[in-house]
């Protein structure tokens, strides 16, 4: 009995121009953490091929076997899902949010100013990612944190801000000078894309 799984192959999407005139953050850090996004695409497509063969009947196959590839492929999907969310809102000016996010944001946080301090505490006391989230049960947005691609997922809340701050994303640029990074990158967030989310999910103030 195999396991049915969707074999299409995904690719990576293609960065914005803009990305690569980031203010603070250089091309060349962009495109070393460009690579390991195209890393994971391919990562996802080599294990879903590999489910795809998996035969729950056959008597040498060990459910510790399928639980290693369903834990990597988390990771992997994670992976691609944060990476496209935080490489699809940079590459603007950044400043204080005005539109409906804006909104949001001082409804829920006080103020701009508290979010961004909530956040970039968030993203210095995570190992891999923080995110501002819409959580749908409290009707209300949340920082929270990560500690790798698949960790600590928060259900039925929705991701409108996605930092990286594994390692990789800044060392380039800023050593471990993670919170020179963490300015740079609110320096450089498109809240108008921002904004065509909170108006694409429905989200309301």
């Given at each position: 009995?195999?396991?049915?799984y969707?074999?299409?192959?995904?690719?990576?999407r293609?960065l914005?121009?803009?990305?690569?005139?980031?203010?603070?953050?250089?091309?060349?850090?962009?495109?070393?953490?460009?690579?390991?996004?195209e890393g994971?695409?391919?990562?996802?497509?080599?294990?879903?091929?590999?489910?795809?063969?998996?035969?729950?009947?056959?008597?040498?196959?060990?459910y510790?076997?399928?639980?290693?590839?369903?834990?990597?492929?988390?990771?992997?999907?994670g992976?691609?899902?944060?990476?496209?969310?935080y490489f699809?809102?940079?590459?603007g000016?950044?400043?204080?949010?005005?539109?409906?996010?804006?909104?949001?944001v001082?409804?829920?946080?006080g103020?701009?100013?508290?979010?961004?301090?909530?956040?970039?505490?968030?993203?210095?006391?995570?190992?891999?990612w923080a995110?501002?989230?819409?959580d749908?049960?409290?009707?209300?947005?949340?920082?929270?944190?990560?500690?790798a691609?698949?960790?600590?997922?928060?259900?039925?809340?929705?991701?409108?801000?996605a930092?990286?701050?594994?390692?990789?994303?800044?060392?380039?640029?800023f050593?471990?000078?993670?919170?020179?990074?963490?300015?740079?990158?609110?320096n450089?967030?498109?809240?108008?894309v921002?904004?065509?989310?909170?108006?694409a999910?429905?989200?309301?103030?």
């Amino acid at each position: 009995m195999s396991l049915a799984y969707n074999q299409t192959e995904i690719a990576a999407r293609e960065l914005k121009p803009a990305l690569y005139e980031l203010e603070g953050i250089s091309r060349q850090a962009v495109e070393a953490h460009y690579r390991l996004y195209e890393g994971y695409v391919a990562k996802r497509n080599e294990i879903l091929a590999k489910l795809a063969g998996v035969d729950l009947a056959a008597a040498n196959q060990t459910y510790s076997e399928l639980r290693e590839l369903k834990v990597e492929l988390t990771f992997a999907i994670g992976g691609i899902k944060n990476h496209e969310l935080y490489f699809e809102h940079l590459g603007g000016t950044g400043g204080d949010p005005k539109g409906r996010f804006g909104e949001l944001v001082t409804r829920d946080f006080g103020s701009v100013a508290a979010w961004r301090v909530d956040l970039k505490a968030t993203g210095i006391a995570a190992r891999g990612w923080a995110w501002t989230a819409w959580d749908w049960d409290e009707g209300r947005l949340f920082n929270y944190i990560g500690d790798a691609q698949n960790t600590f997922p928060v259900w039925n809340a929705t991701p409108l801000v996605a930092l990286d701050v594994y390692e990789h994303a800044y060392f380039m640029d800023f050593g471990t000078d993670r919170a020179a990074y963490i300015d740079a990158f609110f320096n450089n967030l498109d809240y108008g894309v921002v904004d065509g989310w909170v108006e694409a999910y429905g989200i309301k103030p």
